[in-house]
């Protein structure tokens, strides 16, 4: 059976503003003792694991006999030939602080090949998306990468490890770096609406050590269809699976990469 990944992408963008529109109702109503820890800066509530049964329910209808990876481990993969990667509130630390942004996350894989995704940035209402071979989009308008091509023109984001801080030296160095030499740094808690906001052109550059396949697989193929560039900070495609990202758009990604590389590769 053929996929229509545009239809396909319809009804997973509709199906992501439901569950963020559940994610958004419940903001006010958790308390502390809804919070479970799972590291000390690593943090899930009911929330969570709610909307991610909700999405696996949903997607299980829409395209029977796929696998999963999800954040929460609600389902789990078992070689099927399509695969969903799902983190069903990326943010959940700002999320549970009040602020933004928090983001539905939603990638769609075809033997080992990234097909379609989804980033649903839920405080702003901002629905980004693309699959294979299609433009990059922002609520049905085309978007993509920013033009800019030095250092010295660009916004950079970046996430700040919060388990596995055996770089924490060399992430340092690099953001010391890019402070002195860019407009700025950002780290906005989310790594979904940081690969978004490049895809969007409103970052230049975005990088991160100690990721997981559901914070990043929706913002590789947005970016790459925004015109954008990814890789790891080798220079190689082990970035899925791999725990580091680099993405950054085209006219840039040859010095970004090399100032990321110098200090983290």
């Not at 929460?72 to 069903?88: H, Q, R």
């Not at 800019?148 to 801080?165: C, E, K, M, V």
């Not at 929706?218 to 790459?224: D, H, M, Q, S, T």
Request: a negative charge; one cysteine or more.
């Amino acid at each position: 059976m053929e996929i229509n990944l545009e239809i396909l992408c319809t009804q997973v963008q509709k199906l992501a503003r439901e569950v963020g529109r559940f994610i958004f109702d419940e903001r006010l109503k958790f308390t502390a003792e809804d919070i479970i820890h799972k590291g000390k800066s690593d943090m899930v509530t009911y929330v969570d694991k709610t909307a991610e049964a909700r999405i696996v329910t949903a997607l299980r209808e829409i395209l029977p006999d796929s696998g999963f990876i999800a954040e929460e481990g609600t389902a789990l993969e078992n070689g099927e030939k399509y695969l969903w990667v799902i983190d069903p509130l990326d943010g959940t630390t700002n999320y549970i602080h009040g602020i933004s942004p928090f983001a539905v996350s939603i990638a769609l894989i075809e033997d080992q090949e990234i097909i379609l995704g989804v980033i649903y940035e839920i405080s702003l209402d901002e629905m980004f998306y693309a699959w294979k071979d299609s433009k990059a989009y922002l609520n049905g308008q085309e978007i993509q990468v920013s033009k800019a091509a030095t250092t010295a023109d660009s916004l950079i984001a970046t996430g700040f490890p919060y388990y596995d801080f055996s770089k924490l030296d060399n992430y340092m160095a690099a953001m010391n770096f890019f402070m002195r030499n860019s407009h700025g740094m950002r780290r906005l808690g989310s790594a979904a609406a940081d690969m978004a906001y490049v895809a969007a052109g409103r970052f230049e550059g975005f990088y991160e050590h100690a990721l997981h396949p559901w914070d990043v697989a929706a913002g590789i193929i947005l970016v790459k269809q925004a015109g954008g560039k990814v890789c790891d900070f080798t220079g190689g495609e082990n970035y899925l699976f791999g725990g580091e990202m680099i993405a950054c758009n085209a006219n840039y990604f040859d010095e970004f990469y090399s100032i990321v590389n110098k200090y983290l590769g």
